[in-house]
């Protein structure tokens, strides 16, 4: 679990090529960030990750889901597990092992990077990463990048990324690649190619439901097993304007 914020920020080892003259004062990109990232309520997309190492290459596929506020649903396909983001709570669900696991993140300015490709706010995050802009490269996705260092060594901040480049495309600044080194070389590549934005949702579609005999493990206290109808792991959340009924679903679904 301690990989979480690496995981959730990490062309494929190539880096973009920085055009300063084409870069806007960063003040300036901050202020039109927070006003094309004010109206994004919900976002749903389909992502590939790709993990690299010295010995290894691997790809998984799944769904992302953002529900403003801070919010995040990793589903990934095979194998089945789904990370949950919901603030400072992290939600590990393993659907072959039937388990859960719990960790709650310190409420310091680095867990910002978790929600920095869909939250507005870029404050906080400034305080514990240098950002700074770049310009991808033609055969790269978006218009504009920004670049994140920690602030502080990595020995002295385990789990932190080396360096981190998100490409954001030109009408809403969502991210549509994410690109991760961290410190032992390896590194992860998320691509987004279609992010839809201000998806109407149900509400247990932003939740995760675990079904009967599932192990719930939290970070300190006794294990919990989900009863005969199963259990959501959080409660339903959705900004009322993107609400769309269950019954919508349902018939969708049939």
């Not at 080892?13 to 004062?25: C, H, I, Q, T, Y």
């Not at 976002?43 to 995040?72: C, K, M, V, W």
């Not at 709570?89 to 072959?96: A, F, H, L, T």
Request: with cysteine.
């Amino acid at each position: 679990m301690k990989w979480m914020l690496g995981l959730l920020l990490s062309s494929v080892l190539g880096m973009a090529a920085v055009s300063a003259e084409s870069l806007p004062d960063f003040e300036e990109f901050v202020e039109e960030f927070q006003e094309k990232r004010a109206d994004v309520m919900t976002l749903q997309a389909r992502f590939r990750q790709h993990n690299f190492t010295a010995d290894d290459r691997f790809t998984s596929e799944g769904e992302l889901l953002y529900i403003r506020p801070r919010r995040l649903l990793f589903r990934y396909s095979d194998p089945p597990v789904t990370y949950a983001v919901d603030d400072l709570m992290v939600y590990e669900y393993d659907g072959d092992l039937a388990q859960v696991q719990q960790m709650r993140l310190e409420d310091h300015p680095e867990t910002e990077a978790l929600f920095l490709g869909f939250e507005s706010d870029l404050t906080r995050l400034r305080e514990a990463y240098a950002v700074s802009l770049f310009t991808p490269d033609e055969d790269e996705c978006g218009s504009i990048g920004l670049r994140l260092e920690p602030e502080v060594e990595a020995e002295e901040a385990p789990g932190f990324f080396e360096q981190a480049w998100l490409y954001l495309r030109e009408e809403d600044y969502i991210p549509c690649r994410i690109h991760l080194v961290n410190p032992d070389g390896s590194q992860v590549l998320i691509e987004i190619p279609e992010p839809e934005v201000n998806v109407k949702l149900t509400p247990r579609e932003t939740s995760v439901w675990v079904p009967e005999g599932t192990r719930i493990v939290p970070e300190q206290g006794p294990v919990e097993t989900a009863g005969e109808q199963g259990r959501w792991l959080l409660p339903a959340q959705i900004p009322p304007s993107m609400e769309r009924p269950e019954d919508d679903a349902e018939e969708e679904d049939g």
